[in-house]
């Protein structure tokens, strides 16, 4: 693994532990020789990434569609801006310079940014690890509903699985380090034995968010 995407949050968000947690991320991938690739922009969680990754040393690309440049602020001191025209394009090129893929908190346009990438590997179409960085505890609401999509067999068990979780960011990059990819058929239903069936906590059951 030698470089790693981040989704997270153009702004701050409403505890100073996600802003903290960014900087200390990208200060942690800098520290360990990782190129941290991002969506470019200077402010919210997005710019304290970029900012710790910066102060570590470390090698910083940012991805930004022309149109955002002044909404969210392109970072002026990364070492390469890349500046696209499009929203899928911008998807598309951070994705092809990165190894894996890390959220962190964010809103619709992270969730977007993780739902496609974690399509992508449904459908075999890259195999890059792929964490959520749990921080105060965020993330605990999308993995509830992911686990009531898995028990109403809208998502295979098995995919719900390939998601790493951890709430310190040197364990989750560890763990994006020496992940090996396991992803079968996306297709429940294209078969019908035991195997099918999703063996799934209850969305009702202690803890759920923990995979």
């Known amino acids: 693994m030698?470089?790693?995407?981040?989704f997270c949050g153009a702004s701050p968000g409403r505890l100073p532990e996600y802003?903290?947690?960014?900087?200390?991320?990208?200060?942690?991938?800098?520290?360990?020789?990782?190129?941290?690739?991002?969506g470019g922009a200077s402010v919210g969680m997005m710019g304290a990434l970029a900012d710790g990754a910066l102060e570590?040393?470390?090698?910083?690309?940012?991805?930004?569609?022309?149109?955002?440049?002044?909404?969210?602020?392109?970072?002026?001191?990364?070492t390469k801006l890349e500046v696209v025209e499009t929203m899928h394009e911008r998807k598309a090129l951070m994705a092809k310079l990165s190894d894996a893929v890390a959220a962190l908190?964010?809103?619709?346009?992270?969730?977007?940014?993780?739902f496609e990438l974690f399509t992508w590997s449904q459908l075999g179409l890259h195999d890059k690890p792929i964490g959520l960085l749990d921080v105060a505890d965020y993330w605990e609401p999308l993995l509830r509903f992911l686990h009531h999509a898995v028990a109403e067999r809208f998502i295979p068990e098995h995919h719900l699985e390939s998601l790493i979780i951890e709430r310190q960011g040197a364990v989750l990059l560890d763990r994006l380090a020496k992940h090996q990819p396991k992803?079968?058929?996306?297709?429940?239903?294209?078969?019908?034995?035991?195997?099918?069936?999703?063996?799934?906590?209850?969305?009702?059951?202690?803890?759920?968010?923990?995979?």
């Open 19 to 38: 802003t903290e947690h960014a900087r200390a991320f990208g200060r942690l991938a800098a520290e360990r020789g990782l190129e941290v690739i991002y």
């Open 2 to 6: 030698k470089s790693v995407l981040v």
């Open 105 to 114: 908190p964010g809103g619709s346009g992270t969730l977007d940014e993780l």
């Open 56 to 78: 570590a040393g470390g090698t910083v690309i940012g991805v930004i569609p022309r149109g955002l440049l002044e909404h969210e602020i392109a970072h002026a001191g990364v």
């Open 183 to 211: 992803l079968r058929d996306k297709w429940l239903d294209r078969r019908n034995d035991d195997q099918a069936v999703p063996k799934t906590r209850s969305p009702a059951s202690p803890n759920p968010g923990r995979i």
